[in-house]
């Protein structure tokens, strides 16, 4: 497939070097796609870039990694037209502009609703998909854990949803789907309960696994 990056930094390199390695082409989206000339020398020769726009004309599917607070601004200057019936791998936090407390982020959305609800109800004609947000993206693709992490999933739309799964068997994780959108309710602020071991004790290699009886 063609995938579209909208993103730039470490969680969006990442992934692009990730679905190169798995045979895809890529396009990175930056507001300043020359910065992005060392990277694609060094680590990722494969990869286009581009603007906004331009990159989410070129994906097929399209990965949403970038801030929070600016996710709603990129995916206007993607353009809806660009992203209409394309899924959107969402891997979005609303991270608050303050500092953790002891460890715990902020984030400026409540139980109420999440991020990814307000993304879907921006641009109603994609099909978002939460992933990869539980997670620091040094672990994203192919985990060397000891064990299968568990990625928890979830959007509104089923086929959208097992085309984001067969991506992330690929990249090396096991896939729960929690269900409609409104579950990224749930699944956003699994970011702030990764991050509490990291900021608290440096420990950041750790993933997510869910069990089950049976």
């Not at 930094?9 to 190169?20: D, H, I, R, Y």
């Not at 990722?44 to 726009?53: D, F, H, L, Y």
């Not at 269900?179 to 290699?205: D, K, S, Y």
């Amino acid at each position: 497939m063609n995938v579209a990056i909208l993103g730039s930094g470490g969680v969006g390199k990442t992934l692009a070097e990730g679905f190169v390695r798995h045979g895809h082409a890529v396009m990175v989206g930056s507001r300043e796609p020359k910065k992005l000339a060392d990277w694609v020398e060094e680590r990722c020769p494969e990869a286009k870039t581009g603007q906004a726009a331009e990159t989410a004309a070129f994906g097929e599917i399209v990965v949403l990694a970038v801030k929070g607070t600016a996710a709603l601004n990129v995916l206007e200057a993607a353009g809806k037209d660009a992203l209409r019936g394309k899924i959107i791998i969402d891997a979005t936090n609303p991270i608050a502009e303050e500092a953790p407390e002891n460890g715990v982020l902020h984030f400026f959305t409540d139980l109420k609703t999440s991020l990814m609800e307000q993304l879907q109800t921006a641009v109603p004609d994609a099909h978002f998909v939460k992933a990869f947000n539980s997670v620091g993206a040094h672990l994203m693709v192919n985990p060397a854990l000891g064990a299968t992490p568990t990625m928890f999933i979830c959007g509104n739309n089923e086929n959208a949803k097992q085309e984001t799964t067969a991506i992330l068997q690929k990249f090396g994780w096991e896939v729960e789907d929690m269900g409609g959108v409104e579950a990224a309710r749930a699944i956003e602020p699994l970011c702030i309960l990764w991050c509490i071991p990291g900021f608290l004790n440096q420990q950041w290699t750790h993933a997510f696994k869910l069990l089950k009886a049976g």
